[in-house]
């Protein structure tokens, strides 16, 4: 079975400030990797996701995530934070049959 | 193109109480998905629907929780009787085909108070 972990529950960041955010999977084949975001009371909107094309995904609003498969990783970064980033972000793995397994969440705040 | 809907959003009922949940899934989409998402956690699944056939429902409490999908389009969930423990967000989410990189479309969701 797969799993995901995500690294630190809750992050905060200065508007303007690089984001980072942890993902680390497991899985003994090539995994489907994808990172949703989650506002208040609302569903998971996806933001970019991974299928093994290029190793580099760009997502929307400025988001992208690097596939390291020698590290098992698929963190999400944005170079500039903005007020309206704050929300929950997601990692998630998929595997065959279409299973979608979401890591534990990240809470990012950021601070004006 | 139209979201994936749900209703209710919000619901509070006492604990041995029955609910039903609905979703109509975005046109065209054949997988059918239903998370609970507890405060904190991230979705678990409950259910994956193949048209209105079951493809997973493993982790779906069955002596309490069940759901259908009758003729592949909206499904509903139901919990009878509920726990305090079932108090969480139902998410229903669809996917085009059950393919490993179709992503996941989200209802907004229920939230689901038991008290």
């Known amino acids: 079975a797969q799993s995901v972990t995500q690294l630190g529950s809750h992050v905060s960041v200065s508007e303007g400030a690089l984001v980072l955010l942890r993902c680390n999977y497991s899985?003994?084949?090539?995994?489907?990797l994808f990172w949703y975001v989650q506002y208040p009371n609302q569903g998971l909107q996806l933001l970019l996701k991974y299928t093994s094309a290029a190793t580099l995904v760009k997502g929307i609003n400025g988001f992208e995530a690097e596939f390291k498969k020698s590290e098992t990783s698929f963190h999400l970064t944005k170079p500039s934070a903005h007020m309206s980033d704050a929300a929950e972000y997601f990692c998630?793995?998929?595997?065959?049959?279409?299973?979608?397994?979401f890591g534990t969440g990240t809470s990012l705040t950021v601070i004006p | 193109e139209a979201g994936v809907a749900q209703s209710p959003r919000y619901k509070i009922i006492e604990k041995r109480q029955s609910v039903a949940f609905w979703c109509n899934p975005i046109?065209?989409?054949?997988?059918l998905y239903w998370y609970q998402q507890i405060l904190g956690q991230g979705p678990k699944l409950l259910i994956q629907f193949q048209n209105n056939g079951v493809v997973d429902d493993s982790q779906l409490p069955k002596d309490r929780f069940s759901a259908e999908r009758l003729k592949g389009v909206d499904s509903t969930l139901k919990i009878q009787p509920a726990k305090l423990e079932d108090s969480a967000v139902y998410l229903c989410?669809?996917?085009?085909?059950?393919?490993?990189?179709?992503?996941?479309?989200f209802g907004n969701g229920t939230r689901l108070t038991v008290t």
């Open positions: 046109s065209g989409h054949a997988t």
């Open positions: 998630a793995v998929s595997e065959p049959g279409n299973q979608f397994y």
């Open positions: 899985s003994s084949v090539p995994p489907y």
């Open positions: 989410a669809s996917s085009l085909e059950a393919g490993v990189n179709s992503p996941l479309h």
